[in-house]
């Protein structure tokens, strides 16, 4: 009977020694370069996302927050002190801000007063051809923004397990975290759920993975006609 307790007694202070990888979906057992490309798969396969952070590039600072699916996505961007929404549904991107905006932003000197007044507040049409469609449009692309910082650069290590937005994750570094560290979910899917970038290039959370949002083309009411070459951000 002594001998049966103390085997009770052993396997209750096995399991509170604290298996990280207990009840996951067992990434944290595997090599960081597998869980790498498990979490880009998973976020492949995803009919939609969340991404918000900040994003620091050659062209600027930009403060994302989207959603995102193989449709198209709606969100805000923050660059230069300026905040501007953005709405694309399938091939028609459409483009948002307030007067200022405009009129700072408006091409060459800005846009005058009055046609920044008629603006602001209003969903202008990007048309597929103007210069600052391939750019505006690509923050609205899952596949475009997921593959441009999905990649750790450098060696790859594994990091610490953890909780990062209320779930329990995997760390996996590129250079010891030079090349970048990604946060991978330990719970059902191995989404990225947090990223920091190689070189301090922003940092980006990712969140509602798989949950479904509706988009849908502004109504002719909150639409106008910008009538020239829209601005570059």
């Given at each position: 009977m002594l001998g049966a307790g103390l085997i009770v007694a052993g396997m209750v202070l096995a399991g509170c020694s604290g298996d990280p990888d207990a009840n996951t979906n067992g990434e944290g057992k595997l090599e960081p370069a597998q869980i790498q490309k498990d979490a880009q798969k998973a976020a492949k396969?995803?009919?939609?996302?969340?991404?918000?952070g900040t994003v620091v590039s050659?062209?600027?600072t930009y403060r994302l927050d989207m959603r995102l699916k193989a449709s198209g996505g709606t969100g805000s961007v923050t660059t230069k002190g300026s905040t501007f929404r953005l709405l694309r549904v399938g091939d028609h991107l459409f483009l948002k801000a307030d007067a200022s905006w405009w009129k700072d932003k408006g091409?060459?000197?800005g846009t005058d007063t009055a046609a920044a007044k008629a603006l602001g507040g209003k969903y202008v049409r990007v048309p597929k051809g103007d210069a600052s469609y391939e750019q505006l449009s690509?923050?609205?692309?899952?596949d475009v923004l997921l593959d441009?910082?999905?990649t750790l650069h450098g060696?790859?290590?594994k990091g610490d397990h953890g909780e990062t937005e209320g779930i329990r994750t995997i760390e996996i570094k590129g250079d010891d975290g030079a090349g970048g560290i990604l946060d991978v979910s330990l719970e059902d899917t191995p989404v990225p759920i947090r990223?920091?970038?190689a070189g301090g290039a922003g940092t980006l959370t990712f969140t509602e993975w798989n949950k479904s949002f509706s988009l849908e083309e502004p109504a002719k009411g909150d639409m106008v006609d910008y009538g020239q070459q829209l601005p570059t951000s």
């Amino acid at each position: 009977m002594l001998g049966a307790g103390l085997i009770v007694a052993g396997m209750v202070l096995a399991g509170c020694s604290g298996d990280p990888d207990a009840n996951t979906n067992g990434e944290g057992k595997l090599e960081p370069a597998q869980i790498q490309k498990d979490a880009q798969k998973a976020a492949k396969a995803a009919s939609a996302v969340r991404l918000a952070g900040t994003v620091v590039s050659k062209d600027g600072t930009y403060r994302l927050d989207m959603r995102l699916k193989a449709s198209g996505g709606t969100g805000s961007v923050t660059t230069k002190g300026s905040t501007f929404r953005l709405l694309r549904v399938g091939d028609h991107l459409f483009l948002k801000a307030d007067a200022s905006w405009w009129k700072d932003k408006g091409g060459k000197g800005g846009t005058d007063t009055a046609a920044a007044k008629a603006l602001g507040g209003k969903y202008v049409r990007v048309p597929k051809g103007d210069a600052s469609y391939e750019q505006l449009s690509g923050f609205t692309d899952k596949d475009v923004l997921l593959d441009g910082v999905l990649t750790l650069h450098g060696s790859l290590g594994k990091g610490d397990h953890g909780e990062t937005e209320g779930i329990r994750t995997i760390e996996i570094k590129g250079d010891d975290g030079a090349g970048g560290i990604l946060d991978v979910s330990l719970e059902d899917t191995p989404v990225p759920i947090r990223l920091q970038r190689a070189g301090g290039a922003g940092t980006l959370t990712f969140t509602e993975w798989n949950k479904s949002f509706s988009l849908e083309e502004p109504a002719k009411g909150d639409m106008v006609d910008y009538g020239q070459q829209l601005p570059t951000s």
